[in-house]
């Protein structure tokens, strides 16, 4: 196992201005979620674990999805019924969705077992009530992030999209536009970064993202000896799941 990590260590790179070290975690996660400071995760059985002084504590509950950033902690069980961190416990709120983001700015995305996509804005997000008020979103997604610059999607056949003047007062946008490239997943940072996971197992980060250019400019493939499922981002870190579910820490630095 030592052997491995270190294999992986040695092989990793992004170019010569840039260096990227990894680690090993321990544990299993099928999906992790980095955000405003906090990192989350679910394994195969469902069970919920938190980040916390570099060890991994299993919160109660069970969920499939979970996400944290400015708009909390939320999640999603195997029923699809949705669910969000209050008075520091789990409270069941109103609405389906298969995927849920927090990353926007206290603004909740989502997407539901249909592929349709749904957004709560700021107000019903701080809001104690159960009884949400989602909006439904033009279009079919089957994983839908956003961060403070705007949305980003992938479809059922990895297209990525970008949706454009999202806010928390008006979390549903105006309009697409196809990004070039396909992704199988994809997660915006809280500071807007990007990164995404293809079919192949590859690892990618959108370059060139701005207030002027939220889109970007191209995509960069970090280069790993392996290949992984999921990724996040937040804080300098990127944390990777394998596809048999072992966890990677990895810090980038140009």
Not at 17 to 29: A, N, R, T, V
Request: with cysteine; net charge negative; charged share 15%.
């Amino acid at each position: 196992m030592l052997f491995a990590v270190s294999l992986l260590l040695l092989c990793t790179g992004i170019s010569a201005s840039e260096d990227i070290q990894c680690k090993s975690i321990p544990g299993k996660l099928r999906q992790i979620d980095a955000g405003a400071g906090g990192v989350f995760g679910v394994n195969s059985n469902d069970d919920i674990y938190q980040w916390v002084d570099n060890n991994w504590k299993n919160i109660a509950g069970k969920l499939i999805h979970v996400s944290v950033g400015p708009a909390g902690i939320w999640g999603v069980n195997r029923a699809n019924n949705i669910f969000k961190i209050q008075d520091n416990k789990w409270v069941s709120v109103s609405g389906l969705l298969k995927q849920v983001d927090a990353g926007g700015n206290k603004f909740l995305g989502g997407v539901n077992s249909q592929d349709n996509i749904y957004c709560l804005r700021q107000s019903c997000t701080v809001s104690e009530s159960s009884a949400l008020s989602w909006t439904q979103l033009d279009g079919a997604l089957k994983y839908y992030s956003c961060g403070p610059l705007g949305c980003w999607g992938v479809n059922s056949a990895d297209n990525i999209y970008f949706r454009y003047n999202v806010s928390p007062t008006a979390c549903q946008g105006t309009q697409w536009q196809q990004i070039e490239g396909a992704l199988e997943m994809i997660e915006v940072g809280t500071d807007g970064s990007v990164y995404g996971v293809n079919s192949a197992g590859n690892v990618y980060r959108r370059d060139g993202i701005s207030a002027k250019t939220p889109t970007g400019t191209s995509w960069t493939q970090l280069d790993f000896c392996t290949t992984f499922k999921h990724v996040t981002y937040d804080n300098g870190y990127l944390w990777l799941i394998t596809p048999t579910d072992d966890i990677m820490q990895c810090s980038l630095n140009a």
